[in-house]
């Protein structure tokens, strides 16, 4: 419970309000340069092919690699209009890749930069990078294979 509005100022993590706020201008960018749309005909035509399932995977992916090297707020406020596009590129309900963009980007465990409890567990575990990397990146290719086979049974195509 807070007991004044001072207090809840206090909580709030401004460097990621920052940063999300500095992030969606670069996918208004993004979009009104028309470089989403270029990514989104690239991924369409390289992955729609084989159907919708190998697109979301190909989204899913691409958004959890993106996410170890950049913020995953970041990552998601980028690649949402590309997923939205690729969807809708190939005549399918969006809702299913907007959630693989949501979900790879939350579920990033190789990286400690990806998400903030990442980062704080570093220097009171002593982990190294490569402890994340050991470590996360087989759980993050396993969650990955399993989120692309259950994402569309949760949200169909």
């Given at each position: ?154 949200f169909p195509f």
């Amino acid at each position: 419970c807070f007991r004044n509005v001072e207090a809840a100022y206090k909580t709030i993590n401004w460097e990621s309000i920052v940063l999300i706020a500095a992030m969606l201008p670069m996918s208004l960018a993004l979009e009104k340069t028309g470089a989403s749309e270029y990514i989104s005909n690239t991924l369409v035509s390289g992955l729609g092919s084989y159907g919708p399932l190998a697109l979301m995977a190909g989204i899913y992916f691409t958004t959890s690699l993106m996410t170890m090297f950049i913020s995953n707020t970041a990552t998601a406020v980028l690649l949402a209009p590309i997923a939205l596009q690729s969807a809708l590129q190939i005549g399918v309900s969006p809702l299913p890749f907007l959630f693989a963009v949501t979900v790879g980007a939350s579920m990033c465990f190789a990286s400690p930069f990806s998400t903030p409890p990442n980062a704080l567990v570093m220097p009171a575990g002593q982990y190294t990078f490569m402890d994340y990397v050991k470590v996360g990146l087989p759980l993050q290719i396993i969650m990955g294979i399993v989120m692309i086979f259950v994402l569309p049974l949760l949200f169909p195509f």
